[in-house]
């Protein structure tokens, strides 16, 4: 088992809030990734699950049992770090074994599950060597297995893939997953990448300036976003933002800048209605942007000067100059576009998101 | 490296480098020629013929014979090493908790009780040697090894716990936090893994406080008066230079083999020594 409840915790840096009132239930065996810019809270908010960092209000318990006081030792977790903080005069097997030796288990059950481990992520050859010996991705398996032998209720990953290269990031991140889902341990990690956030969590926590934003699926955070930080965090590109006044006109609404005129959809005129005369921020994602053709035309549409090009291959990122803003738009590659061309942009109306102008909470 | 033609490689490199090197060993050649020239030659005036200060034809042991014969030597240098390892050994033990309680244990004042520790360092001896020398007697520990051991770890204390400080900061904090989540308790975290990882820097600080102690003059000077018990710095300058008589080689024959000992602990533990000064630790 291995539930995790967070109910309302605080932690004060002298005078620094740094995490303010977080109120979570991990289910066990979830995988749950905390994600922000740095200086968010996360990586404080995963040391006070580790007994690293004291609470400073607020409870912490795992399968019911309040932990708030114990020492790390005896709250039955394991932690991989972001510089693998393996130990620099111990051999790969020492290292995995410590924390059973510490426990004081018989040698020969020792013997066997840091086999197991290595078996698992196929670091078996290497037992012998020191962590010096060792590249920077079996490094990270190392720092992995030892966290495993221990088959303790919760993993917590403090950010165990920021050290690697781009390509060592992709595999391990699918490593990681496979792992989980063969363990089916809970783990909670914390991570400024949107992507392994994306990819890794059952569910994604949200943070900024120490305040929880949003909890949810992946999904639900892209479809969904509570509000414009979290809408401008998740996704790559990052959502486009305008600001626009609501207007009413024969019957429907407009929203309108230097740069754009559009009559928003009924979806969106119903929920905008308390808002007309007011400015509001409209956000629409770089694929829900497309060039207008025939079939788009009941969209809302906008006019658009292509400033710079960025072909990817499997898609193309138009970067456009729309009235006094700058937004982008990633269309089919077989598009033929060029620097300096005129568009006319059609937006996919389901698609809109709508954000308050001063709470920047979704409306 | 020196750029350019094959010259500028000799005028700005191998000439200035030999002229350093001549500079700098020419004391050490000049003792160990000292040391086994004879008496003859030694006194004889600059004016006579056969004068030659560099060099001599007859090496002898005479001066090494006459020093462990003629004075006590032998027991200057037990002395000395007796005084030495263990005033290291005390200074080294304190040092490296003192060292690992400033830098991880966030403790009140721990910032300016680091200072505090380091001002008593910049004391200097020869004022510390006259409210010492007070306690000395009072403690009845005059004229007895243990009036230096006790007195050395009052410099060797400080310097040892601003080296260990240094050092410890430089290893990782997660190394001990890993430790402490995978069972270990502050204590063995430390004995376990922080202590082992600083072993290099440990190594440093023991052979700097080895050095500082085995060539200490002033207290032992002070605190020791009977010639069986002193220490090879002062037995060699006290005994060997009766007046205004220098007995030059033996003086120099007991500088040689003074250092002699120094010599072997930095050769012996060098490579662990400069891996401690240039603090390789690596996650």
């Excluded at chain 1, 100059?321 to 982008?328: F, L, N, P, R, W």
């Excluded at chain 2, 910049?122 to 009072?138: H, K, W």
Aim: aromatic share 12%; charged share 20%.
């Amino acid at each position: 088992m291995g539930q995790v409840v967070l109910k309302g915790i605080n932690k004060f840096y002298e005078s620094v809030h740094a995490v303010k009132d977080v109120n979570l239930q991990i289910r066990d065996k979830e995988f749950v990734v905390f994600v922000g810019p740095s200086g968010c809270g996360k990586t404080t908010t995963l040391r006070m699950i580790a007994g690293l960092e004291a609470i400073s209000s607020g409870d912490i318990s795992i399968d019911g049992n309040v932990i708030n006081t114990l020492a790390p030792m005896d709250r039955d977790i394991a932690m991989v770090f972001q510089n693998y903080a393996l130990y620099p005069h111990m051999s790969v097997y020492d290292n995995m074994a410590f924390g059973l030796k510490m426990r004081k288990f018989e040698r020969p059950e020792i013997e066997k599950r840091v086999r197991e481990a290595a078996d698992i992520l196929g670091i078996g050859e290497l037992l012998k060597r020191k962590p010096r010996q060792l590249s920077g991705g079996q490094r990270q398996r190392v720092a992995l297995g030892r966290a495993i032998v221990r088959h303790p209720r919760v993993f917590l990953f403090d950010e165990p893939l920021s050290n690697l290269d781009a390509k060592l990031r992709v595999q391990m991140r699918v490593e990681l997953k496979k792992l989980h889902l063969r363990l089916g341990t809970t783990a909670i990690y914390v991570t400024h990448d949107q992507v392994e956030a994306m990819t890794l969590g059952d569910r994604v926590v949200v943070m900024k300036d120490g305040v929880v934003q949003q909890v949810g699926e992946p999904l639900e955070l892209y479809n969904q976003p509570a509000n414009k930080f979290v809408a401008g965090f998740i996704g790559s590109p990052a959502m486009n933002f305008a600001a626009v006044t609501v207007t009413e006109a024969g019957g429907s609404l407009i929203a309108e800048n230097s740069g754009l005129r559009i009559k928003l959809p009924d979806e969106i005129a119903q929920r905008l209605r308390g808002h007309i005369g007011r400015e509001v921020i409209l956000g629409v994602r770089p694929e829900d942007l497309t060039v207008a053709g025939s079939a788009d035309l009941d969209h809302p549409c906008f006019d658009a000067v292509i400033e710079v090009v960025e072909q990817l291959g499997s898609e193309i990122l138009l970067d456009m100059k729309v009235g006094e803003s700058i937004m982008v738009a990633s269309v089919e590659p077989t598009a033929r576009v060029r620097v300096a061309d005129k568009l006319r942009v059609a937006m996919r109306p389901s698609r809109l998101h709508v954000f308050d102008a001063q709470t920047e909470a979704a409306i | 490296m020196i750029e350019g033609a094959i010259w500028r490689k000799w005028v700005f490199f191998y000439v200035p480098m030999a002229l350093f090197l001549l500079f700098l060993l020419f004391p050490f050649y000049w003792m160990v020629i000292t040391s086994v020239r004879p008496d003859g030659e030694l006194y004889r005036p600059w004016n006579s013929i056969n004068y030659n200060p560099f060099w001599t034809w007859k090496p002898t042991w005479d001066h090494v014979r006459y020093l462990f014969e003629e004075t006590l030597f032998a027991s200057w240098l037990w002395n000395t090493t007796f005084i030495a390892l263990a005033s290291t050994a005390i200074s080294l033990v304190c040092g490296v908790f003192a060292g690992y309680a400033l830098s991880r244990l966030n403790f009140p004042f721990a910032g300016s009780l680091g200072t505090g520790i380091f001002i008593t360092y910049l004391v200097p001896q020869t004022l510390l040697f006259i409210p010492l020398a007070e306690m000395i007697r009072n403690y009845r520990l005059g004229d007895t090894p243990w009036a230096l051991i006790l007195t050395y770890p009052t410099f060797l204390i400080p310097f040892c716990t601003w080296l260990m400080m240094g050092y410890f900061k430089a290893v990782p904090r997660e190394l001990e936090e890993c430790a402490r989540i995978d069972g270990a308790s502050r204590w063995q975290a430390m004995l376990y893994i922080v202590i082992p990882v600083a072993i290099p820097g440990i190594l440093s600080a023991g052979i700097f406080a080895f050095t500082l102690s085995w060539n200490e003059f002033i207290y032992a000077l002070v605190f020791l008066s009977s010639p069986e018990q002193k220490t090879v710095p002062v037995g060699v300058t006290s005994e060997l230079i009766r007046g205004d008589v220098f007995y030059w080689g033996p003086l120099m024959a007991g500088a040689l083999l003074g250092s002699i000992p120094v010599a072997i602990a930095y050769s012996f533990f060098v490579e662990h020594y400069v891996a401690g000064l240039t603090g390789s630790v690596k996650g």
